[in-house]
């Protein structure tokens, strides 16, 4: 059974940075493609950031230019660095180990983590 657990989160001010990580423990596949997601209170899971098994990238426009995902495949951990933060990225951060294979309509997904909270408040 595969495991994901979020941390890293925390209560930073406006402008400051996170990294936060994703540590996996269980059978990942090689090719998945990984991500992160937040949702804020009262709003839908919304994506933030994803890489494939090569590198590839993509970003949210929101967070494009203050954000950076990235793997290290022998610790099987992927990091979001989260720099200039705003009120606005206030959210439950989650990652996935398996991006391509969220179900489109539910979000439900057999490789979600628990969640690490990221509060950006003066």
């Known amino acids: 059974q595969v495991q994901l657990v979020e941390s890293g989160g925390g209560l930073v001010q406006p402008g400051g940075s996170l990294r936060l990580s994703c540590s996996a423990s269980?059978?990942?596949?090689?090719?998945?493609?990984m991500g992160w997601y937040r949702q804020a209170p009262g709003k839908q899971r919304e994506l933030v950031a994803t890489?494939?098994?090569?590198?590839?990238?993509n970003y949210a426009d929101s967070v494009k230019g203050r954000c950076t995902i990235s793997t290290d495949n022998a610790k099987n951990t992927v990091y979001l660095q989260m720099n200039s933060l705003k009120p606005e990225d206030t959210a439950v951060y989650y990652c996935?180990?398996?991006?391509?294979?969220?179900?489109?309509?539910?979000?439900?997904?057999?490789?979600w983590g628990q969640g690490t909270q990221v509060t950006v408040s003066s």
């Open positions: 269980g059978t990942i596949f090689s090719r998945n493609a």
């Open positions: 890489i494939t098994s090569v590198g590839s990238t």
């Open positions: 996935n180990a398996d991006v391509n294979r969220i179900n489109p309509l539910t979000g439900w997904s057999r490789y």
